[in-house]
Structures are given as C-alpha cells and as structure tokens.
C-alpha cells in the first residue's frame, strides 16, 4: 500500500485526484499506478485500470488470478468490473467512497448474483492516509 | 452500428468473443474497436474501451460528451461505467447479455442512484446479426 499511497501522491501533483494502485504477485510489485485520466486524455485511465494494464502486460496474459491489487480509494464499477475480468485474488483498499464506489457502495459489484470472480476483499488499509490525501486535493481546489 | 459489426467479425478472425464498438460524433466515426483481451494481454480491452480510449485521444480530452457509442453486445459494468465517465451522450446497442451485462441485467448500472452520468440508451440495435456471430462463435468452440 506504501508504493499505492506515493503514486496518489504523485497523481495530486499532476493535478489529479488523488489515487494510486499496485499490482503484487508473490510479494514482488508488478505494477504501480497513479490516476491520470486528464493529463492522458483518456477516461479509463484510473489507477487500478493502468496498474491492472500494466501487471498484465507483465506477465504476458489476460489474467491475473494469483495477484493481489492495492488501491487507495474504493474502486468504481468500471474498475472492479476490470478487478473481476482480470481474475484478481485479492483487493486490498483504503478509503470508502460512498459517492462513486462500487464494492461496498452503490451497485456493490462483487455482492451481484451475476458477478463472474470476487476477488477477496479488504477495506480500510491505509485508509487514514489515503482519504486525507483526498480531503486535502479536494480542499485545494475549492 | 455497420462498423461496430464489422469489428465484430474481425474478433472472431482473431479467436476474440465477437464485439465491436464504434463512437461516433456528428455522424463521423471517430474510432472503432474490435474486442481484444487475449490478443492484447490486457483484461480490460473490451471494444468498448478501446473505441472510448481512441476517441478520446482522437479529441484531447477524457470527456465524449458530445458522442454516441454504438456496440454489438449490451456492455458489462466495466464498460457500462467507462460509458459514465466519458460522459457518452447515445449508447446504440445490439444483442442483450443476461450473463455479463449490467444495462438491463445484474447491477443496471445506469439505473443506480449513484451513478454520475446516464447516456440515452437504445437497445436491439442489429441486435440479430450481433446475436448470430455470438452463437456462431461459441458453437464452433464446444
């Protein structure tokens, strides 16, 4: 969560809201991310989406059924959509958000009847530094 | 929605499941994209994301707002929250998927209380000739 939490510090810097993610596989980092949709001009480019990109890459497949994914802030849809497809065992996050999350909030993705993978889940790590990197991005700009 | 079919297609050539995605604005296709996860490596290279990723370049921006997005099968919740966050103005789509979709199956993405954007949506599309190269594909590979 160390190498997430300094690539949403990273993410700030660059003007964008601030999350970061990491993709471990055995305890090595395949992929570290910082959210960047503005500054790459493209809207899918959410952290875990890039670190997701990245790992599999990596690894040379479309599948990431040992690896486990850290990230700063609850995942959204499309990211937990992402989570799933790519068969992450295990989700490791820090801030909840109730108004864009999809895991414990709103559509509660993994929760769904339909969902094809539910990686194992486990909220809040990290979770103080990580929403105040929000509030204080948020803070900034108003 | 010819385009979109027609990348369709290509996927299946390339052992991909057939979809195809194509945004359009002001009646010019500003993108098209064939389903591409195992040729690409990349979990998340749905048509959709590769025809929303694109378009977005194409313009600059992370925002499609002014975009329709036409795609041969009902997109899952990754694609159907990429939709949100590139702010597709029209979602054309085609054959309905009771399995992975989560328009009018599963989380009904854009029907949740939280979600930011809702594009106008219309379903059934060239909904027969996207079903048939579904089943086609999936036939062959049992």
Redesign the interface.
């Known amino acids: 969560m160390r190498a997430a939490l300094d690539a949403a510090v990273q993410a700030a810097a660059a003007g964008e809201v601030p999350v970061g993610a990491a993709v471990v596989l055995d305890g090595r980092i395949l992929a570290v991310a910082a959210n960047a949709?503005?500054t790459?001009?493209?809207?899918?480019?959410h952290a875990e989406?890039l670190a997701?990109?990245a790992a599999?890459?990596a690894?040379?497949?479309?599948?990431?059924s040992d690896c486990d994914l850290w990230v700063t802030l609850e995942p959204?849809?499309?990211?937990?959509?992402?989570i799933?497809?790519?068969?992450i065992a295990r989700l490791y996050y820090g801030a909840s958000d109730?108004?864009?999350g999809?895991v414990e909030?709103?559509?509660?993705?993994f929760a769904?009847?339909?969902?094809?993978h539910r990686p194992e889940i486990y909220p809040g790590i990290g979770e103080g530094e990580a929403a105040a990197l929000l509030r204080e991005f948020f803070a900034a700009r108003r």
Chains 1, 2 share one sequence.
Request: with cysteine.
């Open positions: 949709p503005r790459r001009h493209d809207p899918t480019a989406m997701i990109r599999a890459e690894i040379g497949g479309d599948r990431l959204c849809a499309m990211c937990a959509g992402a799933a497809h790519a068969r109730p108004k864009g999809a909030h709103g559509p509660r993705l769904q009847p339909t969902i094809h």
